[in-house]
């Protein structure tokens, strides 16, 4: 256990307390001998008719934590206790969580296993391994939160609805309501886990009461903090059940007379998480809620709900990317889908239990999996990230914007194991992108500088604000971005973003040779839709070509083919190839068999140095 990262239910707090654009925080991390210290009022949302209120508290909200019982409550009184001094501020008349002016925004939610939902498993990245496309890799245990207008009347997910976490939208200052259904089937789920030493043979299963928490914004968490805690009445729904939350995106501030009012604020990221702390997220329960200026608009990608066009009240728009991190991943296997006799199977012929436990947004891209050779370190790794290596893009998110695009990455670790660093080639962006009191997202005259996020752990949340795509020099191409902690990298968690030159989407070839020009668009940065063609111009012919709408791709086979080639999407976008792809890097070679030197005799320094029994005592 690294980093610990606090976090306490029901509250936020300013990033530094005595600075107003600092930015509100739920989550704080933490290290060896630092010290952190937060001020806030009991919030007043609470039914006073219940005696007490229960606020959960992790000083260690990772996995690792909560399973070692780092974790506690803090218990608020309705009446003033005999044993407990009065606090000055002390008022117990209820404040309603959302003022009555305020927007409303509905949304009906429910969990269901993957399985059912998708009559098969979550695939996590289906291009296949280099050398043996039948290895994907994929988890059949998945649970999912998913809208419930998504699901067909038989539970099933209906065509071209993005398989990826759940993502929210509303703005600041709406009333948010949430109706979570529980429609998981009624047997064991994800039997079996054992914890690790110390508690070696304890066995956990996945709850199958299901909640939904929500970091930072307003609650009661009485009735509306997702989990069960304490004292607190219950607020999980059992299988065929439903519960409802209200949430308030802003804060409501109070005066010692008694008096208060409801402040909007733009959150940005807010960590989604179930209520099973420890055997849920590591399925895949978890999302975001992003919390957007006051009044905006959006439009969604048509192939995924992590990019969007968000339009403020003004007119100015900006590119979102949402970003979430799983670094704990459970069950995922890696082998082929099918059983013997070709049909989907959840105990397929040839699989295995992978390594990997990264990921992004349920899509992961680790690197051994880009080689053939199982001594794939022993190769050149220049080309490891480059498209090249396996004549495609990366299975994780590639996000598409404009160059001189206005870009806000949206960074979210709901739950988690370890502390992460997330890094954005070619671009730096503010700590603090916090104004008029850390109400708004924008820019900050005091705030440093970045160009790593750090301190990205078990429950936080950030925002990457870009001024515009492509750098200060708004130069198009793919920018990586990845977490710098190595084995988490190298496991899989990284993706690429991709600036364009012009307002079109963008075109990229991917495999060119005698026989195939393949590649893959993007949707156009703007409108978030994706063109169904594109013309592959070769030879002095033009053939139209479909494009898959939701992963981009599209493929050209023919005979003889010879550079150059040009590709015109059905939007405006297009590219050319000279020259025939490259291809993945060979095989390391065999290590050549050389002859053992012969041993070296030690001087009569290091004797006495290395040997005790050749020193001489006088």
């Not at 992004?360 to 290596?389: C, G």
Request: glycine share 8%; hydrophobic share 35%.
């Amino acid at each position: 256990m690294a980093a610990h990262f606090f976090t306490m239910h029901g509250l936020n707090w300013l990033f530094e307390p005595a600075n107003t654009n600092s930015g509100y925080r739920s989550t704080q991390g933490m290290g060896i001998s630092e010290y952190y210290t937060f001020g806030f009022d009991a919030p007043r949302t609470v039914d006073p008719k219940r005696k007490a209120t229960d606020y959960l508290y992790s000083p260690s909200s990772g996995t690792q934590g909560i399973e070692n019982g780092n974790w506690g409550i803090l218990r608020t009184y309705s009446e003033p206790q005999e044993d407990l001094p009065k606090l000055p501020s002390a008022n117990p008349d209820q404040v309603p969580v959302c003022p009555q002016d305020a927007p409303t925004r509905s949304y009906r939610v429910a969990v269901v296993q993957a399985a059912r939902a998708l009559q098969a498993p979550v695939i996590y990245n289906d291009r296949g391994q280099a050398g043996d496309s039948e290895k994907t890799i994929w988890d059949w245990n998945a649970l999912m939160y998913v809208l419930q207008n998504d699901l067909d009347a038989n539970g099933k997910l209906k065509p071209n609805v993005p398989i990826e976490p759940l993502i929210l939208r509303a703005n600041a200052g709406d009333c948010i309501q949430i109706t979570l259904n529980n429609r998981l089937p009624n047997e064991p789920l994800n039997t079996g886990t054992t914890l690790p030493a110390p508690y070696a043979g304890i066995q956990l299963d996945t709850s199958k009461q299901v909640g939904l928490h929500a970091q930072l914004i307003t609650a009661d968490v009485g009735t509306s903090d997702g989990v069960n805690v304490g004292v607190n009445p219950v607020q999980t729904a059992g299988i065929g059940k439903s519960v409802q939350y209200t949430w308030y995106a802003g804060n409501i501030e109070y005066a010692d007379d008694s008096g208060f009012q409801h402040v909007p604020i733009e959150f940005g990221s807010v960590p989604l998480t179930p209520a099973d702390p420890l055997m849920q997220h590591i399925f895949g329960l978890l999302g975001a809620l992003i919390i957007e200026p006051q009044e905006s608009t959006w439009q969604v990608d048509v192939n995924s709900r992590a990019s969007a066009l968000i339009t403020k009240q003004g007119g100015e728009s900006f590119r979102e990317f949402v970003i979430i991190l799983q670094d704990d991943v459970s069950s995922l296997k890696l082998g082929e889908l099918k059983d013997q006799n070709g049909k989907l199977s959840p105990s397929p012929g040839d699989f295995e239990q992978s390594s990997w436990s990264q990921a992004i947004n349920y899509r992961t891209e680790p690197l051994e999996f880009r080689y053939a050779a199982p001594n794939w370190l022993l190769s050149s790794i220049t080309q490891a990230l480059s498209n090249s290596q396996v004549l495609a893009d990366p299975q994780t998110p590639v996000f598409a914007a404009t160059a001189k695009q206005a870009v806000r990455m949206r960074l979210l670790h709901p739950a988690g194991l370890a502390d992460q660093n997330l890094t954005l080639h070619g671009h730096v962006w503010q700590e603090e992108p916090y104004t008029n009191d850390s109400t708004e997202i924008g820019y900050n005259d005091l705030s440093q500088w970045l160009g790593t996020r750090v301190s990205f752990g078990p429950n936080t949340s950030f925002e990457v604000v870009l001024a515009k795509a492509g750098g200060q020099g708004e130069v198009p191409g793919d920018y990586l971005y990845r977490t710098f902690v190595g084995t988490d990298f190298q496991n899989g968690m990284w993706g690429i973003m991709r600036v364009g030159a012009s307002n079109t989407d963008i075109v990229t070839v991917t495999e060119f040779t005698a026989t195939t020009v393949a590649g893959v668009n993007t949707v156009n940065p703007n409108t978030g839709q994706m063109a169904k063609s594109v013309t592959v111009s070769i030879g002095g012919t033009d053939q139209q070509v479909p494009v898959d709408m939701m992963t981009g791709t599209w493929k050209f086979s023919g005979t003889g083919l010879l550079p150059p080639v040009r590709v015109t999407s059905a939007l405006g976008g297009q590219t050319t190839a000279e020259a025939f792809t490259t291809g993945p890097m060979p095989p390391p070679a065999p290590p050549v068999a050389r002859a053992a030197p012969p041993p070296r005799l030690m001087s009569q320094e290091e004797q006495f140095r290395f040997k005790p029994e050749a020193r001489k005592v006088p």
